[in-house]
């Protein structure tokens, strides 16, 4: 029996739409932070705002978005979304103050927020059913390789010409995911809504969020916690370990890993189910979590990044596919709003704990105990994913049986 295809058109449109988005993010990400430092002269506090209001203005936005999608179409808000990013993009040569440069990153996160909301609805519906946890996963791996990709584009550009070829470079590649999103062909009818309905907004909770998708969300929450520590502290730890000339490849080795793992652990989600897939999952992210408590020496360090990778890297997309298969298909994006919605909490409100923790506590002290942190996930997703999984299943069984113990047609 042959398998329903899976690289159509679509899907490598969406996946490289997003790889530019998330370049783009992360270049961005790395040098506003210098570039506020060094050429607006902010403080420390100030820069950390520029981040900080991206990520937040990209929260709010998303449960809209899902709404915006279902009244005119995913098409037609993935390009106003990219039109927004790309616009934004440009924008920085303009900023002459911090205030100016807090306003646009909060006017970028929107449309940020708005694109990645709906290239995660288009792509759970190009992929097929059968191949769910397989797709997620290389789309996923399209965000992982801007991880790697972005940091070191930014950096490099910067130190090399400057921040005005910097800023250029991501207008042209937010350009780049532009075009990609434009070849995406979608089969959604025109909407016949008006252009001021986009104001027309519902506020209530099921409007807001995809209930269905809040136990996983909650889930992704509790480790994306922990993974903050990583992303923004991995650098800072490399240099208290004297490991700085290996620090940059952290994230490489991490993005191989999750290439070549990628082929295999996508098929085994599909094959064999979510659980089978997530608890060795767990467990790799744990022991490399505390590994990496440990280290002393560049390869063991690079090692780790491995694990990680291996680890969190599977999980990720994992949970993604999780949130999209309990949501009804028209709740899709939704879903995938609310799941981002709250990872994106646990990455701000961890980043800032941690910047907390360690004025108290060594990196090392601090990933040691993250690893524990990381085995108290099996329980929560036992007892918000599985446990309640066979609770609602047994419950349906039930329903199925009439009081003479027979079940119905």
Not at 4 to 12: E, G
Not at 316 to 336: D, G, N, R, Y
Request: proline fraction near 3%; hydrophobic fraction near 55%; charge should be neutral.
């Amino acid at each position: 029996m042959n398998k329903p295809a899976l690289w159509t058109k679509d899907f490598i449109s969406v996946s490289g739409s997003s790889f530019f988005l998330f370049v783009t993010f992360y270049m961005l990400l790395v040098t506003m932070p210098i570039y506020a430092l060094e050429e607006m002269e902010s403080s420390p506090s100030e820069a950390g705002l520029i981040t900080t209001l991206f990520v937040v203005s990209a929260i709010i936005v998303r449960p809209f978005t899902g709404q915006w999608i279902e009244r005119f179409g995913k098409k037609k808000v993935l390009i106003i979304s990219q039109v927004l990013f790309l616009v934004a993009s440009l924008l920085y040569l303009v900023p002459d103050s911090l205030w100016a440069m807090l306003v646009l990153r909060f006017f970028h996160g929107i449309g940020f927020g708005m694109a990645t909301t709906v290239t995660g609805a288009i792509i759970a519906d190009i992929i097929p059913d059968s191949r769910r946890g397989e797709g997620m996963g290389y789309y996923a791996m399209a965000m992982s390789l801007a991880m790697v990709i972005g940091p070191f584009l930014g950096l490099t550009v910067m130190q090399k010409w400057g921040g005005f070829t910097m800023i250029i470079l991501c207008a042209v590649i937010a350009g780049l995911a532009l075009v990609a999103g434009g070849m995406i062909q979608g089969s959604e009818q025109p909407s016949v809504h008006g252009v001021m309905s986009i104001f027309q907004v519902q506020l209530r909770a099921h409007d807001l969020l995809e209930f269905s998708a809040l136990p996983i969300a909650i889930v992704g929450t509790f480790f994306s916690v922990v993974y903050s520590s990583i992303l923004s502290f991995i650098s800072v730890y490399a240099i208290e370990l004297q490991l700085e000339e290996v620090a940059s490849y952290f994230f490489v080795v991490y993005a191989v890993v999750l290439l070549l793992s990628r082929p295999f652990t996508g098929k085994w989600f599909d094959q064999y189910g979510a659980h089978v897939i997530v608890y060795p999952a767990i467990l790799l992210f744990a022991v490399g979590m505390l590994l990496l408590s440990q280290v002393s020496t560049g390869w063991a360090f690079l090692t780790v990044a491995g694990l990680i990778g291996l680890g969190w890297g599977t999980l990720f997309p994992s949970f993604q596919t999780i949130a999209i298969q309990k949501a009804p298909p028209e709740k899709k994006a939704l879903a995938i709003a609310t799941f981002l919605s709250l990872f994106d909490l646990g990455i701000g409100f961890g980043s800032f704990v941690v910047g907390l923790i360690v004025t108290k506590i060594s990196f090392s002290t601090l990933y040691f105990y993250g690893s524990f942190y990381i085995l108290a996930g099996i329980a929560v997703y036992y007892i918000l994913v599985q446990r309640s999984q066979s609770n609602r299943l047994k419950f349906e069984k039930n329903e199925s049986v009439d009081y003479t113990g027979e079940k119905y047609n």
